[in-house]
């Protein structure tokens, strides 16, 4: 039935800040950018070691989304990390604040959590 995430679709506000930083800060590559006129939409295909992970869209003036306190819905988006604190030192070089690192109490695998420029968490998991 089910083979595998095929694409994660994120709505944001400010199309070039947001590019940057899932490409820039995050280091995703570009697969495909397409502007749809029609839409005034952006839609930029990113990967992550080669695989097709996520689309970024862009719309005129998309309603915010509540995320706290939880709202229903997507919580969070997760990546596996080797090494956490190389990771934060780079957010934080990048001018992105990240939570204290945390441990999960039945993994006992380490954990932070910072947000993209529309506030969607995201979560850096070491493995």
């Known amino acids: 039935m089910l083979s595998h995430v095929h694409h994660i679709a994120i709505i944001c506000s400010d199309y070039a800040r947001s590019k940057a930083f899932?490409?820039?800060i995050l280091g995703l590559t570009i697969i495909?950018?397409?502007y749809r006129e029609a839409r005034e939409s952006y839609k930029l295909d990113l990967a992550l070691n080669g695989h097709y992970i996520i689309e970024l869209f862009s719309f005129p003036?998309?309603?915010s989304r509540p995320s706290r306190p939880e709202?229903?819905?997507?919580?969070h988006l997760a990546f596996a990390v080797e090494d956490l604190e190389a990771s934060i030192a780079h957010l934080t070089s990048k001018?992105?604040?990240s939570e204290p690192i945390r441990t999960d109490e039945f993994t006992q695998k380490r954990f932070?959590?910072?947000a993209d420029p529309d506030?969607?968490?995201i979560e850096f998991y070491e493995v």
């Open 22 to 24: 899932y490409t820039d």
């Open 32 to 34: 495909r950018e397409v």
């Open 61 to 63: 003036n998309p309603p």
């Open 71 to 75: 709202a229903a819905g997507l919580r």
């Open 95 to 97: 001018g992105v604040e």
């Open 112 to 114: 932070t959590f910072f």
């Open 119 to 121: 506030g969607l968490p």
